[in-house]
């Protein structure tokens, strides 16, 4: 087994790109060397072409853009990535779990979406959220964010809780004790409330509000109870009825002051 030794900024790069520190990019390097046959007239070292692949998964770059690399070619890294890919593939199987061995561990789950680019040869890609190409699945993990399990790969055009309900492991967590955000809405899943701006939340079982929040607009035309119509200030002011009178026709001339109309019907 050959590593390479390279200076520091080189290892803290690596560290960036494949998100392993290196002493975790070393003890992976040394359980795949012990299963693929490396020549040492290799361009790269196992080591190279782990960080290699782990960087290839990581920044979704394309095999032209990896092939910037001095000293290669784009044939060469499609050798590479097709010998570490099936041997990375089963080495992470061992800590894969069964929807059973899941149980009550999964605490929190969520929808990830990676950015694939364009695929001819397949469709449903184009997320109009993320406004990109790509593909959707979901993880879970437990309370102390640890990653339990993915779910299978759907396309970037499926929603969340589609994604959620055709995978296998819907029914493995306990979705009542297992936190998700608003875009499992439909689900079982316990949705948390955000503090409102400058306040905390109130801990008293009645004030804790559970499902989807009531828009503003649904709030202003929600029906009034007895009590509140009875209440001064939601009442109009009663009118008060004057008697009818009559408006005098001044197209007539009017009765003299000094004479009734008993008296003109006497003259």
């Known amino acids: ?31 795949i060397s012990g299963v693929v046959h490396w020549d040492t007239r290799n361009t790269f070292s196992v080591l190279t072409a782990v960080a290699i692949t782990l960087k290839y998964f990581r920044t979704h770059l ?4 990896l092939a910037a690399v001095p000293q290669t070619t784009r044939s060469t890294l499609s050798r590479v990535l097709s010998r570490i890919e099936p041997i990375l593939a ?8 069964t929807p059973e061995e899941i149980g009550d561990d999964a ?32 993880a879970a993990t437990d309370i102390q964010r640890n990653l339990i399990t993915l779910s299978e790969i759907f396309p970037g055009a499926t929603h ?8 296998s492991y819907y029914m493995a967590p306990n979705q009542s004790n297992t936190l ?24 008293t079982p009645e004030k804790i509000q559970h499902g ?10 929600r029906h009034r109870s007895p009590e509140k119509l009875e209440n001064h200030r939601h009442t109009l002011p009663p009118t008060t ?14 009765t003299p002051p000094n004479e009734s109309p008993a008296h003109q019907l006497s003259a």
């Not at 789950?109 to 699945?137: E, K």
């Not at 969340?160 to 995978?167: K, Q």
């Not at 989807?212 to 709030?219: A, N």
Request: aromatic share 6%; charged share 25%; proline share 8%.
């Open 90 to 97: 089963d080495i992470l199987e061992e800590f894969c779990l």
């Open 241 to 254: 009825h004057s008697p009818a009178t009559s408006a005098p026709h001044h197209h007539r001339n009017p």
């Open 160 to 167: 969340d809780l589609t994604v959620f309900r055709e995978s």
């Open 62 to 65: 394309t095999q032209q853009q």
């Open 180 to 203: 998700g955000d608003l875009g499992y809405l439909g689900s079982t899943v316990t949705h948390p409330r955000t503090s409102p701006k400058g306040y905390e939340l109130d801990s």
């Open 107 to 138: 605490a929190v789950i969520d929808g990830v979406f990676l950015p694939t680019g364009n695929r001819r040869d397949q469709d449903q890609l184009y997320s109009g959220t993320h406004r990109r190409y790509g593909v959707s699945f979901h």
């Open 212 to 221: 989807p929040i009531p828009s503003p607009r649904s709030r202003r035309t």
């Open 1 to 31: 087994m050959v590593f390479d030794q390279k200076p520091t900024h080189t290892r803290k790069s690596r560290c960036d790109t494949t998100g392993l520190c290196e002493d975790q990019l070393c003890r992976l390097t040394e359980r």
